[in-house]
């Protein structure tokens, strides 16, 4: 099946600074790929719709400021969390639509101090 | 907004035992997908279903999807510990654009 690859897997980061989390399609391009935030035993909320060449498409409540989406190419998606706090601490995971479903990342785990 | 109700929300049971989750919404799906998440990782695609009244099999994994594509299952027989993990089935969002919508999820454990 198709390969979607997420990294870093997990990253500690200071309160303040700003992480970034890469989503690469590996044997497909992806016009759309999606961000999702999960907390511990709950399901995948959507954070955004990452278009490649325009702008992402933001869940209401979600900071687009904050939660930077740029898709430059059609193998490549990254997310930005900006001046992270403590309350961003969550697991991330992207997929990307490929026949005959989503595919997804293995997650970044981010935990911020 | 299309909702999938699933349930149950948590599941324990022993190895060998036989169980059924559950996806339902009010909406009219053109296709389900289930997926199942083990801790850490994320979902993995284990099946999508388009057909109503479709049945697929997956070693000990049943799917099946309603006739009136409304609803789906996903039927474990002889659970193993290996099966422990988050089910999620997901469908598309209406509107044409595939956005998947996720149900809740089922937490499954399966002690030896």
């Known amino acids: 099946g198709a390969v979607v690859s997420q990294h870093p897997s997990w990253v500690i980061c200071k309160s303040g600074t700003s992480v970034k989390i890469e989503c690469r399609s590996l044997?497909?391009?992806?016009?759309?790929m999606f961000w999702y935030r999960q907390f511990p035993k709950q399901s995948l909320m959507l954070m955004a719709t990452?278009?490649?060449?325009?702008?992402?498409?933001?869940e209401q409540g979600v900071e687009k400021d904050k939660f930077l989406i740029n898709h430059a190419s059609l193998t490549l998606s990254t997310l930005t969390v900006t001046s992270a706090h403590p309350e961003d601490s969550s697991f991330y995971i992207c997929?990307?639509?490929?026949?005959?479903?989503?595919?997804f990342g293995q997650g970044t785990r981010l935990t911020v101090v | 907004t299309q909702l999938l109700e699933q349930s149950p929300q948590f599941l324990s049971i022993q190895e060998g035992e036989n169980l059924t989750v559950y996806c339902n919404s009010s909406?009219?799906?053109?296709?389900l997908q289930w997926y199942r998440q083990e801790p850490g990782e994320g979902p993995v695609l284990l099946v999508t279903?388009?057909?109503?009244?479709e049945v697929k099999k997956l070693k000990r994994l049943t799917f099946q999807f309603g006739d009136a594509r409304k609803d789906s299952s996903l039927h474990i027989t002889a659970a193993q510990p290996g099966d422990t993990g988050l089910y999620l089935c997901?469908?598309?969002?209406?509107?044409?654009?595939?956005?998947?919508?996720f149900g809740r999820g089922t937490s499954l454990i399966v002690h030896p």
């Open positions: 997929s990307a639509r490929g026949p005959p479903g989503a595919f």
């Open positions: 990452s278009n490649e060449g325009s702008k992402a498409t933001y």
């Open positions: 997901a469908g598309p969002s209406s509107g044409g654009s595939y956005i998947p919508t």
């Open positions: 044997d497909f391009q992806a016009t759309t």
């Open positions: 909406s009219v799906f053109s296709s």
């Open positions: 279903v388009v057909t109503g009244g």
